[in-house]
């Protein structure tokens, strides 16, 4: 396998890497270099709990016995002085403890109880400890003496307290052999951490990058027009995610796909109907019809007839692309006021000749002068094929309406047919391109545009619009406009 710096495995390993070193690192810190510090904290927090303990005990007649327990247990000398600095009490390591009657008088406290049979006397720099202690900020000290004679350190903590003073003294172990020991020790930690950091990281970075590679080899075989291609799942969330969501993508370009196919063989069909029409007539023209006025005028009405068909097509084509692309891009049309009544007058008055012609009755219900802020030649386009398509669809009653009223500060307008209508699963497809009814597939002749093109200019308008349909009951198409 190829080693690429930028590749997921490569940069989890290092950053893995670097996450090991860094927690080494802190532990050299604290464990090497702040060790003696960290000690002695820790040392100091011990006593000033041992001290806590025995100042509570004051007073009570179990004071000598806790000094005696509490420098036993954590290996202490105590002195117990009273406010002029004549030692009290005293106890060392071994809790083995003494009141300090019988000294000189300079040297003795008011206790009441028998002698001990041997006193230890205060340390001599026990003034200067006093002093220390008074000047403290809160009466309670602590600070470390060396001891030349056994080249060590003593920790020496003191508090004042209601009864007088509490010195309190341990020898701080010397660090270094601890220093070398723990040194040691986190060499083997170091390399065994590294080269473990080294493998893991090495291993999970493989297993995330694996399913990557996966999904990239199926993106590769997408990308090659395999729309039968699935994106295999390996137990990540978000990887998880990720496969879904190209699964999701792969159905949806498949479905487009499927579309322009459709697309291609429904405008291939649309074109070649009425030019094989255009064709076949005027053969016969040429061929038959020529020189009888009467069956060659019919024939040239078909090739008109199918010549206006293949106008109609191509400019529904053209203009679907151009508001399509005008809404894709966040474009606007430009509006004005419409007077809309009249608008809607004019049209009706264009199907005129046509409905008569064929028995077709357009009732209408229009008020008067209702002017809305719209796109003229589109706002025609809207109705003219709202309405064109109320008369193909009308059935055998042959009767539309049309009504314009005013709907709350809005224009509304509504086409009734009673013709077939249309199945109510099929209504959210009706206003996408090349979409026809399962049952009036070819049987009007149509292209599919008309109601495409009328979604997206009034989602240009920003206007509502919809269809109220019952299967054999006939629809009503209808949209509001905004007033002008
Ligand atoms: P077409 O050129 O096929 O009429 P449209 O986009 O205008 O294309 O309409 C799409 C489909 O919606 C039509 O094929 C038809 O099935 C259905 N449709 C449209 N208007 C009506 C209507 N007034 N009554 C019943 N069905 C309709």
Redesign the pocket.
């Known amino acids: 396998m190829k080693w690429n710096r930028k590749s997921l495995r490569h940069t989890m390993w290092m950053y893995f890497i670097l996450f090991s070193a860094l927690i080494l690192l802190l532990l050299w810190f604290l464990q090497i270099v702040f060790l003696q510090n960290f000690y002695e904290q820790m040392k100091v927090s011990g006593i000033d709990a041992v001290s806590d303990t025995i100042i509570e005990t004051y007073g009570t007649d179990k004071f000598e016995s806790t000094i005696d327990q509490m420098t036993f247990s954590n290996a202490l000398l105590i002195f117990v002085t009273d406010k002029e600095g004549h030692m009290t009490y005293f106890s060392d390591e071994h809790g083995y403890g003494g009141r300090a009657r019988g000294l000189r008088p300079d040297q003795q406290a008011k206790t009441t109880t028998e002698l001990p049979s041997a006193v230890r006397p205060l340390p001599n720099e026990f003034e200067s400890f006093m002093e220390k202690v008074n000047q403290s900020e809160h009466g309670v000290v602590n600070y470390t003496v060396k001891q030349h004679r056994f080249k060590g350190e003593t920790l020496v903590y003191g508090r004042k307290f209601e009864g007088g003073y509490l010195y309190i003294s341990t020898p701080l172990e010397p660090m270094d052999s601890t220093t070398a020991i723990l040194k040691k020790q986190l060499m083997v930690v170091t390399v065994v951490s590294l080269f473990a950091g080294f493998v893991i990281a090495f291993f999970i970075a493989g297993k995330l990058s694996r399913p990557l590679s996966k999904i990239t080899e199926s993106a590769k075989q997408l990308a090659q027009g395999n729309y039968n291609v699935s994106f295999a799942k390996d137990g990540y969330t978000e990887l998880d995610q990720l496969a879904d969501t190209l699964n999701y993508t792969t159905e949806e370009l498949s479905k487009v796909e499927g579309l322009r196919r459709e697309l291609i063989a429904n405008i291939s069909h649309d074109l070649r109907t009425p030019l094989t029409m255009i064709k076949a007539y005027s053969e016969m023209i040429r061929d038959l019809s020529g020189d009888n006025k009467e069956k060659r005028d019919t024939h040239l009405g078909v090739i008109i007839d199918e010549t206006d068909r293949l106008t109609t097509l191509v400019n529904d084509i053209l203009d679907l692309s151009a508001i399509q692309s005008l809404h894709d891009e966040g474009g606007n049309l430009p509006i004005c006021p419409v007077n809309f009544s009249q608008t809607v007058e004019m049209i009706i008055h264009r199907f005129d000749g046509f409905s008569r012609k064929d028995g077709y009755t357009i009732q209408t219900e229009i008020a008067p002068d209702l002017h809305i802020a719209a796109n003229r030649a589109r706002i025609e386009q809207v109705v003219y ?2 309405i ?3 008369l ?3 059935g055998d009653n042959k009767k539309i309406e049309v009504r314009v009223g005013d709907k709350d500060g809005r224009v509304r307008f509504e ?1 009734t ?1 009673s ?4 199945q109510e699963e ?1 209504i959210p497809y ?2 996408q ?1 090349y ?3 399962e ?3 070819r049987s ?11 979604k997206n200019i009034l989602e240009m308008h920003g206007a509502p619009f919809g ?1 109220t ?1 019952a299967l054999g009951c ?2 009503t ?1 209808w949209f509001e406009i905004q007033r002008a």
């Open positions: 094929n709202l064109g398509n109320a193909d669809y009308a086409v047919d013709g077939s209508g249309i099929e009706i206003w391109r979409y026809r009814a049952n009036h597939k009007v002749v149509g292209n599919g545009l008309g109601l495409s093109i009328v269809v349909s006939g629809s198409f």
